[in-house]
T-cell receptor, first 114, second 110 residues
Framework: DAGVIQSPRHEVTEMGQEVTLRCKPI?????LFWYRQTMMRGLELLIY????????DSGMPEDRFSAKMPNASFSTLKIQPSEPRDSAVYFC????????????FGPGTRLLVL | SQQGEEDPQALSIQEGENATMNCSYK?????LQWYRQNSGRGLVHLILIRSNEREKHSGRLRVTLDTSKKSSSLLITASRAADTASYFC??????????FGKGTRLSVIA
């Protein structure tokens, strides 16, 4: 298995632009998680899905952030409009049967908003 | 909210020495997991220990859990330069998903 795939790996954009991050979970995994990692706040859970349905989005910082999972093999995290404080590394992770068991992380997308 | 808190924040040791990292948490847990993150990479799962377990081993890794003290430790024996990474504990409580601590940065000097 290729593992969790994220794209792009790096993104540099200007404030106000729309940013779309993409994730392909491990085939057969029922849970998908989006995290944000910064030096100041560490690793924060933004939102997670179970069988393509958003379960908890309480970690999404603002209405500028949205996430979708149109099918079992694809999810997007969108920031519109982006701001410099959104600069961080965004990780996608998937888990096979439970939100409480082992999670498999993608390589992350390093986002820089100028 | 962050549940687990790792200690120390940073640790530097010589190759061949043992490295011990600790994780303390506040509320009762279902399980506790340790992950490793190499620079510029995603997190990699190392070990999961459940609340009714006290110790688990995986290769050179040993994890202990003391639920009475609400703490866990990760021991890496005979460390190697390749063990240089950040190590995170993640706790699972109630019906919620993992909550990660801020990690311990381990440097193993050859």
């Amino acid at each position: 298995d290729a593992g969790v795939i994220q794209s792009p790996r790096h993104e540099v954009t200007e404030m106000g632009q729309e940013v779309t991050l993409r994730c392909k979970p491990i085939s057969g995994h029922d849970y998908l998680f989006w995290y944000r990692q910064t030096m100041m706040r560490g690793l924060e859970l933004l939102i997670y899905f179970n069988n393509n349905v958003p379960i908890d989005d309480s970690g999404m910082p603002e209405d500028r952030f949205s996430a979708k999972m149109p099918n079992a093999s694809f999810s997007t995290l969108k920031i519109q409009p982006s701001e410099p404080r959104d600069s961080a590394v965004y990780f996608c992770a998937s888990s096979s049967t439970s939100r409480q068991e082992t999670q498999y992380f993608g390589p992350g997308t390093r986002l820089l908003v100028l | 909210s962050q549940q687990g808190e790792e200690d120390p924040q940073a640790l530097s040791i010589q190759e061949g020495e043992n490295a011990t990292m600790n994780c303390s948490y506040k509320t009762s847990i279902n399980n506790l997991q340790w992950y490793r993150q190499n620079s510029g990479r995603g997190l990699v799962h190392l070990i999961l220990i459940r609340s009714n377990e006290r110790e688990k081993h995986s290769g050179r890794l040993r994890v202990t859990l003391d639920t009475s003290k609400k703490s866990s430790s990760l021991l890496i024996t005979a460390s190697r330069a390749a063990d240089t990474a950040s190590y995170f504990c993640a706790t699972v409580s109630g019906n919620t998903p993992l909550v990660f601590g801020k990690g311990t940065r381990l440097s193993v000097i050859a």
